[in-house]
């Protein structure tokens, strides 16, 4: 089976060449393009399953395939391929929403009749290659360059409606941002280029382990850079410059603020961005190198830190909003800190398990909203729905399947896996690392508001009485809506049962997938979960603690905890919007209401740092710029001009005086060869 | 009218006194160094030798390097500055004003 | 050694002399013929030199290169009549301070 290796880059290779197709070729297909968009993620998807099968038997893969700059180099620029059990279940997750996402364009693009469409189509097979290209890069240089590529596509579909006005707004807004954490992300790059001359993720020549080997102090230390810090604090800081373009990308606090913004772009485009590919980027990345960021218990304890903060942050913001894109936005930015949380605090199955539902169900989700734009002829308010469950079956029934996941209800994915999370970080904290128990408190409080306002979300959208003349008679949608809608519904109600740990521990049986799954593929590669396991213990110093003696009885405790907010949270957003003329209860807040509709005015402060600080200070270096560099440049440029048109003078074409200077001058010479030789 | 070349005498002579200090310097340097007495010929013709050696021919009184190729040399150079001059200094055939 | 009795130094002051009389020409004159009568004075007081210094070291190679040096300037005499026909022909002058049209 190893022969489906050989195949590997063919699962980025099928979109990019639908981008290709659909660009040149899109405007006389049949569907614009979608045609080739579709068939090639499909293709895509059978080979990523192929791949989770063969890395399921336990063949893994990690070679490099191209040496861009090599030969007598400090360190080699490489792209290659690394299929672990990580990278072989993610491209599969992506592959599949891309695929749906696809099909779903259909239903929302096509049959609304957007123009534009080969350039959609084009953009969205570029966007999916690019995302599937950087989940299988075997180095951080060439993780860097699809990171990128992710964020230009991501750039281009939000701005796909670039004739309005907010569009493009948005667009530059979500490419800026993130740009400013990838900054970071590039220097982080280099330096761990230099310092370690291989970027490589796996394997002992990989920089995790060469970081482990110096960190290690039963090993003699192996001499890498480190620019003359001690080598914990050097590390530290690389880990901090990369997790500047992960938190860009994964709309972390305080780079979330793209986010909300990038609803401007179709639907399903924002499904792709939240559930598989952009937003997902960020955090895969950490995932990616976290035998790098296992070492480095300052850097985790941030990334715990920053995912609670931001899943509670997000989730306050989320439950006034009246828009239902804006609504799933911030619960993207939330459910995202969860993931931060999770690998924050040792949690790596945990936060990968979280990913995988979290795809599925915001995907879903998204699609659902999406359906429900379409009828609704693009009006996106809450509260000029209502009782639309009535009307569209198919996507109340999906819709519902997901938003119970999001809200983390029994058994319904999200409860597995947030309750995962959850258990990661209390347990961890218990065990000797009390700051996590800030991080763990913050992601409980969050799971109070996520419940409440995901039945918010859905009450005032399907239930009740319908609130205007369009949610009276919604226009239709078809099976290119309802298919991905019915997948992803069944999906997110079981997709849980990958891993669900509350069963193994208290049932004894060996039902935990997704740990065998990740705990599998050859010792070598230094990508297996255990093995992360050992280097939180040994240099995060992270251990398990439990309450009421026993593992079991954390669990039980803590999911109970968490189901039990989540119940809360739901009963009373159901009890404040039940009936069918549902009061817009959140006017109550007062001050508190507007603080939140305003986001926390974080808009509002970083225009200031753009405008009133940073264009203050270019302008000031503008003035720098003209007067004093340009100044002096212009300065040598006149002096020589003007010299030179003085010198000229001298050429007065006039025999006499050229023979007068030549005289002159071997007057002058004679008497200086006089002088020094002493000729009197 | 006629165009005669005119010799013009009313130049500046300022540039004149540089050729005057170059002598008053070459003089001075010149008369301050002792060169000695010279060697001079022995009895014999140089101008007959000086014949031999144009055509490297070693039966003058005096022995010197032989001259041919530089004198042919010459002879060509001379040549073609004739011609060259006769070039110059004849009229373009047709269209000359 | 009839002529042992004049120093080297006096055939070099002659020498000289005469050279700065071509310079003075050159100088001083705007006319082109004097220009080339002046380069005749400049070359013939290296001929004084090489026929001095012939002597000097009694070394026939002075005196023949002397000669060639006269060769020489019956060779840049003509080309330099030539140039100067030519000289009038387009500035309908021989002065060397009008035709100045080739500098910058």
């Not at chain 1, 290659?129 to 992710?150: H, I, R, T, W």
């Not at chain 1, 880990?239 to 709309?251: E, Q, R, T």
């Not at chain 1, 990661?424 to 009390?434: D, I, K, N, Y």
Request: glycine share 12%; charged share 10%.
């Amino acid at each position: 089976m190893a022969g489906v290796f050989a195949y590997a880059p063919a699962i980025a290779a099928l979109p990019f060449v639908s981008f290709v197709v659909a660009l040149l070729a899109g405007k006389y297909m049949p569907k614009k393009g979608a045609l080739a968009g579709i068939i090639a993620t499909a293709g895509s998807l059978g080979l990523s399953i192929a791949v989770l099968v063969t890395v399921f038997l336990g063949e893994t893969y990690n070679e490099t395939l191209y040496t861009f700059v090599g030969g007598d180099v400090p360190f080699e620029l490489t792209f290659g391929l690394l299929l672990d059990p990580l990278s072989a279940a993610m491209l599969v997750i992506v592959s599949l929403i891309a695929f749906l996402v696809h099909v779903f364009s259909l239903g929302y693009m096509n049959d609304e009749g957007e123009t534009g469409l080969p350039r959609y189509y084009a953009s969205l097979g570029l966007f999916t290659a690019s995302m599937l290209a950087f989940v299988f890069s075997d180095n951080l240089l060439m993780a860097f360059m699809f990171f990128e590529l992710v964020g230009l596509c991501s750039y281009l579909l939000i701005g796909f409606w670039f004739r309005r006005a907010g569009p493009p707004s948005a667009a530059k807004k979500a490419f800026l941002v993130t740009r400013f954490g990838d900054y970071f992300f590039l220097v982080g790059v280099v330096g761990v280029l230099t310092t370690f001359g291989t970027a490589q993720f796996a394997g002992e020549e990989g920089f995790p382990a060469l970081a482990e080997t110096v960190l290690n102090p039963e090993t003699t230390a192996q001499a890498v850079n480190t620019f003359g810090f001690e080598p914990a604090t050097w590390f530290a800081i690389l880990g901090l410059l990369v997790l500047g373009g992960v938190m860009g990308k994964s709309a972390q606090f305080p780079f979330h603020t793209w986010l909300p913004d990038a609803m401007e772009g179709p639907t399903p485009v924002s499904a792709l961005i939240h559930a598989a590919t952009m937003v997902a980027a960020g955090v895969f990345l950490v995932a990616r190198m976290y035998g790098f960021y296992a070492l480095l218990p300052t850097v985790l304890a941030v990334i715990a830190f920053v995912g609670g903060f931001t899943a509670l942050f997000a989730a306050t913001m989320g439950v006034v909003k009246n828009e239902i894109k804006q609504v799933l936005a911030y619960s993207t930015i939330s459910q995202y800190g969860y993931i931060m949380l999770a690998l924050g605090t040792g949690g790596y199955v945990a936060a990968f398990f979280h990913l995988t539902t979290h795809a599925v169900f915001k995907a879903l989700l998204f699609l659902g909203a999406g359906s429900v734009i379409i009828a609704m002829h693009h009006n996106e308010n809450m509260w000029d729905m209502g009782g639309l469950k009535d009307h569209m079956r198919v996507t109340y029934l999906a819709f519902l399947s997901g938003s119970l996941a999001l809200a983390g209800i029994f058994p319904f994915s999200g409860f597995w896996s947030k309750d995962e999370v959850l258990y990661e970080a209390l347990v961890h904290g218990l065990g000797g690392s009390p700051l996590l128990l800030g991080a763990y408190a913050m992601g409980l409080a969050a799971v109070f508001l996520t419940g409440f306002y995901t039945i918010r979300m859905v009450l005032l959208t399907f239930h009740g009485e319908a609130r205007s003349d369009t949610a009276e008679d919604p226009h239709g949608v078809r099976w290119n809506v309802k298919l991905p809608l019915a997948v992803l519904g069944v999906l997110a109600a079981v997709i849980g049962f990958l891993n669900p740990l509350p069963i193994q521990k208290l049932t004894g049986l060996e039902v935990d997938f997704l740990h065998q799954f990740l705990d599998s593929g050859p010792e070598a590669l230094l990508t297996s979960s255990h093995h992360y396991g050992d280097l939180t213990h040994d240099y995060a110093g992270y251990s398990v603690g439990t309450i009421g003696g026993g593992e079991t009885v954390t669990m039980l405790a803590g999911a109970g905890v968490s189901l039990g907010l989540a119940l809360l949270g739901a009963g009373l957003a159901f009890a404040l919007y039940r009936g069918a003329e549902p009061t817009r209860h959140t006017e109550k807040l007062g001050g508190l209401q507007t603080l939140l509709m305003h986001n926390y005015y974080q808009d509002e402060y970083q225009v200031w740092l753009a405008e009133g600080l940073t264009l203050r200070l270019s302008g000031a270096a503008d003035t720098f710029d003209q007067g004093v560099i340009d100044g002096v440049v212009n300065g040598v440029s006149s002096v020589s001009l003007f010299s030179g048109d003085r010198l000229r003078r001298l050429q007065t074409g006039i025999v006499t005086n050229y023979a007068a200077l030549i005289v002159l001058c071997l007057l002058v010479l004679l008497g200086a060869f006089a002088a020094l030789g002493g000729w009197f | 009218m006629t165009t005669r070349p005119q010799l013009h005498t009313e130049t500046s002579k300022a540039a004149g006194i540089l050729a005057v200090a170059l002598f008053g310097f070459l003089a001075a340097v010149f008369l301050t160094s002792g060169f000695g007495t010279a060697t001079g010929f022995a009895e014999g013709s140089i101008t007959r030798s000086i014949g031999y050696a144009m055509f490297n021919l070693d039966a003058g009184d005096f022995a010197s390097e032989g001259f041919l190729v530089s004198f042919i040399t010459i002879a060509i150079v001379l040549d073609a500055a004739l011609d060259g001059a006769v070039m110059l200094a004849k009229r373009d055939e047709e269209g000359d004003s | 050694m009839v002529l042992g009795a004049v120093p080297a130094e006096y055939y070099l002051v002659l020498s000289a002399a005469v050279f700065c009389v071509g310079i003075f020409g050159i100088l001083t004159r705007e006319n082109a013929l004097i220009f080339l009568m002046s380069v005749e004075l400049m070359l013939n007081a290296a001929n004084i030199n090489l026929i001095a210094f012939a002597f000097y070291w009694g070394n026939l190679t002075g005196q023949v290169f002397g000669l060639f040096v006269m060769a020489l300037a019956a060779a840049e005499v003509a080309i330099g009549i030539g140039i100067i026909l030519v000289l009038y022909r387009n500035f309908d002058s021989v002065d060397v301070t009008e035709a100045t049209t080739l500098k910058w």
